[in-house]
């Protein structure tokens, strides 16, 4: 019978074995959390990059909200890219028996400059450098209300807005959009033909110095709204 010990092997039970992968395991997770703590430590313990490191992998929570943050960001890194995107939504764009310029797709929105704001807005887009992604960020997202009246409600945002402020959250500016179908609130965030404080929303996304976003949308009955954050 070979002797296995002597030729420098020792058997163990497949117990063994599972219990000293998960060790090593433990210890890479171990080893992998004190680099990031120390890596902190160097850089003063910058509580912007502790969140960018904690969070750079989290996303929205509902459906909408992950469609507006991605579009988001494939707009950032790539500007250019969404110019022709823009302007056959431009085909979109109606005038009614009032003579109101309004963007008809599976939900009708209310335009100011119609047609001229698509223009411009691809305009904006031809002369915008990519730039990095905006990272999601738990901390800014606004909590959803949980009944009609708060969704209508014209307080709700900006008290939710201010208690964080209080808690010590930088945020650079807020929206909410009541446009319920994706794809038409995403375009429409870009064009941003509002008939007050035109172009802010654009503004924001595409600013390279903005870091974080934070989004929820929420619908109840025929009421929805979507809260975007910036930070």
Avoid at 10 to 24: F, M, T, Y
Avoid at 48 to 62: A, F, T, V
Avoid at 85 to 103: C, E, F, M, P, R
Avoid at 111 to 139: C, H, Q, S, V, W
Wanted: some cysteine; hydrophobic content about 30%.
């Amino acid at each position: 019978m070979i002797n296995i010990k002597k030729m420098g092997c020792e058997c163990q039970k497949p117990e063994e074995n599972n219990n000293e992968i998960q060790a090593e395991k433990n210890n890479a997770s171990k080893n992998e959390e004190e680099d990031i703590n120390d890596f902190l430590v160097i850089n003063n313990n910058n509580l912007s990059l502790r969140n960018h490191l904690i969070n750079k992998e989290k996303k929205p929570e509902d459906e909408f909200s992950r469609y507006i943050f991605q579009k988001i960001n494939a707009l950032r890194q790539n500007p250019k890219s969404f110019i022709d995107t823009i302007l056959q939504a431009k085909n979109n764009v109606i005038v009614d028996k009032s003579g109101i310029n309004v963007y008809k797709s599976s939900v009708k929105v209310a335009l100011n400059l119609g047609e001229r704001a698509f223009d411009l807005a691809a305009d904006i887009l031809k002369k915008t450098e990519p730039m990095g992604k905006l990272t999601y960020n738990p901390d800014l997202t606004v909590e959803i209300p949980n009944n009609e009246n708060d969704i209508k409600s014209r307080d709700y945002l900006p008290y939710q807005i201010q208690g964080k402020i209080d808690s010590g959250i930088n945020i650079k500016s807020f929206w909410k959009d009541i446009i319920k179908d994706p794809e038409t609130c995403f375009i429409l965030t870009v064009v941003d033909d509002s008939g007050q404080n035109p172009g802010n929303k654009r503004n924001d996304i595409l600013d390279k110095n903005n870091e974080y976003i934070g989004i929820s949308s929420v619908k109840i009955g025929r009421s929805f709204a979507c809260y975007i954050v910036i930070g």
